[in-house]
């Protein structure tokens, strides 16, 4: 089996990484050979961020992933599906939130945020989705949940349905909170 | 069942596994998990140093009453930490002493990114370079078990990547040590006793060369013979991705002293041999003393790359020893905005950047920053600091630039900027040395009580131990006041009138001035003592009939929890807001309420 490469970009603070665990812990329960990076420079809060998730039945090595390597591009905000799509290899995959984190720059005036993102790649990427996760998550009741909405498409995405992600997320988030995630992973995994 | 753990993690749990009982810390990026999770095991003593050569020699005592004992630090902790490092060389030590050092190839959050493999050679000790978590486990057992029979420290060389990458482990138990026998023998370097020493480490190489070159972690895999690689850390794997099959691989784990009887042997048998690691070429260079022919760096930077800074990639393999190029859709430019770090909403610094930022324009000052959070203080909105060079170096920068203006008639005023870890760190040490020596700059302390840019560790006027229990925190104006230091004045930096009065008057003055800003971090749990002493605001709206949409408090405060609504041109708080009260204080139209203060 070729090896698979994940990479999940956001801004600090959105769950990208919460959803890069529940996907690896997955992907390793049932039986995958799994390593996952996690990069967040020096930023606590606020900054651009990805997690590389890399897997497959047999050997992995790499545990980054770099320009033109992943299957699929998950970005959890719209400018940083830009700045990442070059780690997408030709024909893979993108699930693009449609939902805007001003940066600094731009809350203080020095830069406008980007028009035509989505488009851009959109004209780009075949294999494209784009959808509001942000304002799904308010639907069933969390926005803080859009990662799990998007974590359920890119398992659509990437055919691993079979594995028992009800499970995954009761082990690795607080009890209260696991029916509401398992809700959002659902219907992202309808949105594709 | 395997477990799936960062590299950090790993350490943790292969201190544990091998029965080790202290460990000690200062932190830094990116080992600064280790020590967090070594102290989830209560049967090892886990303390937060104030800095990295506290953290190593105390270790190094803890060592010499014979139990296993560990410190971590980051890869310039080790510069802090070199003198013990360095001088535990010769004497030794009875007990097992490990020490995690954790370089960053590609400085994601360090001034430097130094090649401490560098540091063994030069230190003589003995160097393991896991490649991944399950590694970091078994060389650490490993390490303790040379570490007692040698007498020596031996030092676990991670990379960031190995340390935040997560890769499945399998746990064992812990086997609990028995203390080493303490010898009775005096371990103090005087020159008479220092020819034995010498002697003793001869022989200590000689054996450690015989334990390298048979070490289970330098291993030879025979694939196709055409090429040989000799990889060491998580480039090995991306040569494995690249090269499969079709190379034989020599992958080295215990580096210093390097297997040179495997390596000349290796090179006997393959044909083209590559060196593939990342930063300086320490491996590189270990064949080329030895007249062994290969490739290495220059492959590198014939392919166009750097391959002395940053880190390895699969493609950057494949460009350069396949020719093939990385096919990717180029993000457009013009949508690429700068998503830089900013300071947190409520974050305390904010204040005290902000007044510092208006006293630049006023005054002819020249800041000297430090390391922490408040390192952003010199970009944008703010621009209030024009040098940074080390932990603790503010304050001594400030009191050597304060002298030479005063000698050379330049009326300018040295400010030193240091946050409270950083100041219990080392700029302590440049504080008594300004007092001392009648310097006059004007030193800030951030006192936000935590070490916040890392995480959260605690230090000594934090009010916690590393564990969670309370304790009655360091003063940081006694601490000043011990020195002989007059003028010491403590502010809130959430008051932003306050705190400009009081940076007013150091810098018209020419005396040395400590100014505390003192307000806890915004993300910090607060101690009982911290929740009754720091009130911030009930509420902060703003009133858009007032709002002029001049966006100035957006342009001078740079804070996350506010936003600009472009269609109704006007300024709105948004879910970031903690409601601190800093736009109230710099809203020109008085557009913005706060509540309950």
Known sequence: ???????????????????????????????????????????????????????????????????????????????????????????????????????????????????????????????????DAAKIAREIGNEKVMNMVLLGSLIKAMNLEHISWEKVIKDNVKEQFADINIKALKRGMELI | MKKFLTGNEAVARGVYEAGATFASAYPGTPSSEILKEVGEYSEIYSEWATNEKVSLEAAIGSAQAGMRSMAAMKVVGLNVAADPFMSISLPGIDGGLILVVCDEPGYYSSQDEQDNRIFAEFSNMPMFEPSDSGEVIDMIKDAYEISEKQKTLVTIRMTGRICHSKTPVTFKERVEKEPENISKEPKVPLPAAMVGMLARVNKRTKELTELSNASKYNYIEYNSKDIGIISSGVP??????????????????????MPMEMIKEFARNVGKLIVIEELAPYIENHLKNEGIECIGKDAFVKAGFNPYTGEYSVPMLKKTFFNEDSKYIQAKREFIVPRPPALCAGC?????????????????????????????????????????????????????????????????????????????????NSLMNTAYNKGTPVVCILDNKTTAMTGHQENPGSGRL???????????????????????????????????EALTKAVESDELHVIIFRYPCVMKKLTKQESIEFKKPASVTIDSKKCTGCKVCLKTTGCPGLEYDKENK???????????????????AKAIERAGV
């Open chain 2, 466 to 500: 590393l564990a969670g229990s309370e304790v009655e925190p360091s003063k940081l104006e006694d601490v000043c006041a011990s020195f002989g230091i007059k003028n010491i004045t403590i502010v809130n930096p959430m008051n932003l009138t306050e705190s400009e």
């Open chain 2, 348 to 428: 305390p610094h904010r204040g005290t950047f902000y007044v510092l930022s208006k006293i630049r324009k006023k005054y002819d000052v020249i800041v000297h920053g430090d390391i922490g959070c408040y390192g952003l203080g010199a970009i944008p909105p703010f621009n209030a600091v024009d040098n940074v060079v080390c932990m603790g170096a503010s304050l001594s920068m400030a009191h050597g630039s304060q002298v030479s203006f005063n000698r050379r008639g330049i009326k300018k005023r040295s400010i030193g900027v240091i946050g409270d870890s950083t100041f219990y760190h080392t700029g302590v």
């Open chain 2, 236 to 257: 090995y794997y991306y040569a494995k991705e690249v090269f499969g099959n079709k190379a034989s691989y020599l992958k080295i784990g215990f580096s210093y002293p």
């Open chain 2, 570 to 588: 006007k300024v709105n708080t948004n879910s970031a807001c903690v409601s601190c009260g800093i736009c109230a204080q710099v809203c020109p």
């Open chain 1, 1 to 131: 089996m070729a090896i698979n490469k994940i990479l999940l970009s956001g801004v600090g603070g959105q769950g990208t990484i919460l959803a890069a665990k529940i996907l690896s812990n997955g992907l390793l329960y049932a039986g995958y050979n799994v390593k996952m990076s996690e990069i967040h420079g020096m930023s606590q809060r606020g900054g651009s961020v990805t997690s590389h998730i890399v897997y497959s039945k047999d050997e992995v090595y790499a545990p980054v992933i770099d320009k033109g390597e992943a299957d699929i591009l998950v970005a959890f905000e719209e400018m940083e599906a830009n700045r990442w799509i070059e780690y997408l290899k030709m024909g893979g995959k993108v699930v693009i939130n449609d939902y805007q984190i001003m940066s600094i720059p731009i809350l203080v005036g020095a830069f406008e945020y980007p028009e035509g993102i989505k488009e851009y790649i959109k004209e780009n990427v075949k294999d494209c989705i784009i959808y």
